[in-house]
């Protein structure tokens, strides 16, 4: 379990900023009335196209698959439930970021809690 | 994949590899990779050394023997390896085809090398050919994960990640048991993805 502030930080740095990212440009681009069919899977895949860069600059700093495992997760989740809910409500930028940030830093909170659960003799 | 074209994607990483790997990755994991070092012994292999960033984790006084196939990741690694306070004999070399004698070394360490090893299972027993009956296989790998949603999220990686650099669903520990090695011990730093494994050369 990492401890050291640094990386604390950075890790919800990363996570926070891919799924502010991928929320804000998720509830910029969904428009209501588009099918929910088709919202999920293009968001997950929006989701993946735009941490994929964030992803690269903030490994240089924090780590690599502490910090790209984590990041990749925000913007898939955020690139799918940020376009669902500008289906049913209109959504800001602003409003996209806040959730995107938000489903950041839980999945961060998932992938502590996993790491907890699975770290040590494996063997 | 061959060897040649192992050697000119790392070749081609060579020019960026300290700026993206010097900061994050490696201070993050240097504490452990310390300790992995610190059992060090006798004539020691290391793979695959790059441009020689774990030679600052690596504990003075050693005689090792540090192999890469890239020629352009060695030269960056020549002045690392020159201020070494030990013997430190870099070598380019493929891990698949390696020219040691049988039973050569002590101690095999590996850090984040059969990611990118194209036949992963070959380039172990190759190990374990030099490593003498009852010598230590010492890892820091990543690998893939069995869990879920990582195991789907790499595979997702996988297809970009192996173009510019290595595998990230690799059943490592599994090559290692295939590859004829005995008393496989495996610690998960980070979710089961990055470990550091021990395995031991079996008695002929």
């Known amino acids: 379990m990492e401890t050291r502030p640094y990386f604390l930080f950075g890790d919800l740095l990363s996570s926070a900023l891919a799924g502010c990212s991928v929320g804000t440009a998720a509830a910029l681009i969904t428009q209501p009335g588009w099918p929910m069919a088709l919202v999920m899977p293009l968001g997950m895949l929006l989701g993946m196209i735009v941490a994929a860069p964030l992803q690269i600059v903030c490994s240089i700093f924090f780590g690599a698959f502490e910090v790209m495992i984590p990041m990749m997760l925000a913007g898939m989740v955020a690139g799918m439930v940020v376009p669902m809910k500008a289906l049913s409500i209109p959504l800001s930028a602003m409003d996209g970021a806040i959730w995107g940030g938000g489903i950041g830093i839980a999945v961060l909170t998932f992938t502590y809690i996993a790491n907890t659960l699975l770290a040590g003799d494996a063997k | ?204």
Request: glycine fraction near 8%; charge should be positive; charged fraction near 25%.
């Open chain 2, 1 to 204: 994949m061959s060897a040649s074209t192992t050697r000119e994607k790392w070749d081609a990483a060579a020019r960026g590899f300290d700026f993206a790997n010097s900061r994050g990755p490696e201070q993050r994991w240097a504490p452990v990779k310390r300790e992995l070092y610190s059992a060090m012994a006798g004539k020691v292999l290391f793979l695959a050394v790059g441009t020689g960033l774990d030679i600052r984790s690596f504990p003075s006084g050693q005689d090792i023997v540090s192999i890469d196939i890239s020629p352009r990741m060695l030269e960056k690694a020549a002045p690392r390896a020159a201020a070494y306070d030990g013997r430190m004999e870099p070598r380019e070399m493929d891990v698949q085809d390696l020219d040691f004698p049988d039973g050569s070394f002590d101690q095999v360490y590996t850090a984040c090398t059969f990611c990118s090893v194209p036949d992963p299972v070959k380039g172990l027993r190759e190990l374990r050919r030099v490593l003498k009956p009852g010598g230590e296989l010492r890892m820091f790998e990543h690998t893939g994960s069995r869990w879920f949603p990582f195991n789907a999220l790499l595979h997702m990686m996988n297809p970009i990640t192996r173009k510019f650099g290595p595998e990230v669903i690799r059943d490592t520990v599994g090559n290692v048991e295939k590859a004829g090695f005995q008393g496989v011990q495996v610690r998960n730093l980070y979710l089961d993805v990055v470990r550091t494994i021990f395995a031991v050369s079996p008695a002929k």
